[in-house]
């Protein structure tokens, strides 16, 4: 979490002091932690799913190491009552857990590696819910891995759209909506979102010929198929 509040607001600088939320926390709830540690008031941990350890021992672990005092550690008697004792929220349903969430409710948005996971049809109405409980001046940050989870390429723009949004590939573990930095980019502008920040990871060249990309990907320019992962900062704007 540390880096993406550095990405977007700058190094050493203090956070806002309200709500934190993740997507995407997957097995892990120690942002709950590390969001307190920071000095938010609490933190939502949004997921398509519950898959996150709830051992309770290694929370308390990832809570000394963030700063927690002992006393507070120690009256924990189960993960539930470690969430609820920082103010921190695990909601499993996805774009529905953000539809329940209030109008501009958050103050800071992040996710490593995420949001090329959620479902291509869902994406735009996703954003968009980001957006809507977003304070004013809140920001988002988000790492996007554009790569295919198995090869570490772009093997994925090999198959058509109506295999790869099937419910066998969808549930596969390795899916990815396969939408380039530029929809992504469109996306969160059409949401409403200022960009503040765009920085772009590439390969030399593209990796995967033109002649083997699925029919709906072969109008992809060179710009787009060189990259591999981006960072993005995006801002609601006041007003």
């Not at 995967?208 to 591999?228: G, H, I, P, W, Y």
């Amino acid at each position: 979490m540390r880096a993406h509040l550095d990405q977007a607001y700058g190094t050493g600088r203090a956070p806002p002091t309200g709500l934190c939320l993740e997507i995407g926390p997957g097995d892990s709830l120690y942002t709950a932690c590390s969001a307190h540690a920071a000095g938010f008031s609490g933190s939502i941990l949004v997921d398509a799913g519950a898959w996150a350890d709830r051992d309770l021992e290694g929370f308390r672990a990832a809570a000394r190491v963030a700063g927690i005092a002992p006393d507070q550690i120690a009256r924990w008697g189960s993960i539930d009552t470690a969430l609820a004792d920082l103010n921190s929220r695990y909601l499993t349903t996805g774009i529905d857990a953000m539809r329940s969430l209030a109008d501009n409710s958050v103050d800071f948005i992040f996710s490593q590696a995420v949001l090329e996971h959620i479902r291509r049809h869902e994406y735009d109405a996703f954003i968009a819910e980001t957006r809507r409980v977003l304070k004013p001046g809140g920001r988002s940050s988000h790492r996007v891995d554009l790569q295919d989870h198995l090869a570490h390429d772009l093997n994925n723009l090999r198959f058509g759209h109506k295999l790869w949004e099937s419910d066998f590939f969808t549930s596969s573990g390795f899916y990815t909506n396969r939408l380039s930095y530029k929809d992504h980019v469109r996306a969160f502008e059409a949401a409403g979102y200022r960009i503040n920040e765009l920085n772009l990871d590439r390969f030399t060249k593209p990796t995967v010929r033109r002649a083997k990309l699925a029919r709906e990907f072969r109008d992809r320019s060179d710009d787009e198929l060189t990259v591999m992962a981006f960072d993005i900062v995006a801002e609601k704007p006041l007003g």
